[in-house]
């Protein structure tokens, strides 16, 4: 979006690296690498980062899975205070680690982060999520599997993690020296530390699991972010025990991982802490963070601009919303891009956006388009019309774009 580019003061790049350009398709505005203040770190003190006392497989691992409260809260001060007059939701990505985080930057590994801040619709997760694979396989990774899972509001996980905390202190002769170090630090990192002995990997398949604790507005917003992810065609794996963070992690969280089962990428939604941090209410929100080697990462695309964006992609109604992500995605791998608005559900907000945008073209979705597999193209200048068989999407999309460009 122009103006919010200018506002954002996004970063300007002749070549885009393969994850930045992944991020473009999908509407996530580029920024640059917040700077945590120390006003920020302030608000934080009362959620102390515990060191991570496992020993992971890898740095990059090890520097996913531990807690960072300071960006996290730096992207709420900046959307309160540096952002409040932008158009919300915002979506964003950027590269880590956070300058002044104290959290140094590993050789030959980049970190990318990805958030959707101001939108509680299950669709925002599992567009975090198909962008967070579409790069991840951008950067040549092809046989990824996907974890989620869902540990609900604030009483939701602290249920979740009284029980787990009881489970543990049943069988804490059960565990060796080292986990039981572990286990008193913090109960989640003894679920997500890699060198699990026999006998911890026997008592974790049977410990409780965070579902079991869900309300009904949990289970709900669960099931529509397996429903998108179903629609779009990701197989994935349940885990009961996955959450990024206690300090932070509500609802969805989400992993994955290479075939050799090592951590490429992790997110959650973190949805109470803007009230942790010390503002008056729940701010929604949901983030990941990806991790790749360097080798799979610098090479960057042959400098040409960024395709013109000459379409607006409008959704109307659940049944609508439910489809889009998947034409989406098909669309940029044809290299079609498009501009949309999945977190917004009022034509009026999205037709003011494409306005705005000065888009040419207007894609329109609605229950009636969703359910004969259609899609109405709109020509903005002429009002003009026409009803197109999403099997036909990309072929007349891509002679629009054609023609568009000759002009």
């Known amino acids: 979006m122009k103006n919010k ?12 690296d393969k994850a930045a350009e992944v991020a473009e398709y999908y509407s996530l505005d580029s920024i640059e690498t917040p700077v945590v203040n120390p006003e920020v770190l302030k608000k934080i003190r009362c959620l102390r980062e515990i060191p991570n006392p496992c020993h992971f497989s890898s740095k990059c691992e090890e520097n996913l899975l531990s807690p960072n409260i300071a960006e996290k809260a730096t992207l709420i001060d900046s959307y309160t ?5 932008l158009p919300k939701p915002l979506s964003l990505f950027y590269e880590l680690p956070m300058k002044g985080s104290g959290e140094k930057k590993l050789p030959k590994t980049a970190y990318y982060g990805l958030d959707v801040i101001g939108s509680a619709q ?7 999520i198909q962008a967070t694979k579409a790069i991840l396989e951008e950067m040549g990774y092809k046989k990824l599997t996907l974890e989620v899972n869902c540990t609900g509001e604030r009483d939701a996980s602290n249920r979740f993690e009284r029980e ?20 008193k630090a913090d109960v989640f990192y003894l679920l997500s530390c890699p060198k699990k002995s026999k006998t911890l990997q026997e008592l974790i398949m049977e410990a409780p699991q965070a579902m079991s604790f869900l309300s009904e507005a949990g289970r709900i917003h669960f099931k529509q972010v397996l ?18 963070s206690k300090h932070y992690s509500t609802f969805t969280s989400f992993a994955f991982r290479d075939e050799k089962g090592q951590l490429l990428a992790i997110g959650s939604r973190y949805n109470l802490l803007g009230r942790k941090i010390g503002f008056r209410r729940e701010l929604p929100a949901v983030g990941s963070r990806i991790c790749v080697r360097e080798k799979r990462v610098r090479r960057k695309i042959k400098a040409h601009k960024f395709p013109t964006r000459c379409f607006y992609f409008m959704q109307l109604g659940p049944e609508a919303k439910l489809k889009s992500l998947k034409i989406i995605e098909e669309l940029r791998k044809k290299k079609i891009p498009v501009c949309h608005a999945l977190t917004r559900d009022k034509a009026s907000s999205q037709l003011g956006s494409a306005n705005s945008l000065q888009m040419p073209y207007i894609l329109i979705m609605g229950k009636k388009e969703a359910m004969e597999e259609t899609i109405a193209v709109r020509e903005n200048t002429t009002r003009s019309q026409k009803i197109i068989p999403i099997s036909e999407l990309t072929r007349e999309l891509l002679k629009i774009k054609k023609m568009v460009e000759r002009k």
Request: proline content about 2%; glycine content about 4%; aromatic content about 8%.
């Open 122 to 128: 299950s669709v925002s997760d599992a567009l975090l």
């Open 227 to 244: 429903e998108h992810l179903e629609e779009l065609g990701i197989d994935y794996v349940i885990n009961g025990h996955l959450i990024e």
């Open 164 to 183: 787990l905390i009881s489970y543990f202190r049943r069988n804490i002769n059960e565990l060796t020296p080292d986990e039981q170090r572990i286990f």
């Open 81 to 85: 205070n540096e952002w409040r007059h």
């Open 5 to 16: 580019i200018e506002k954002i003061s996004l970063v300007h790049q002749k070549e885009h």
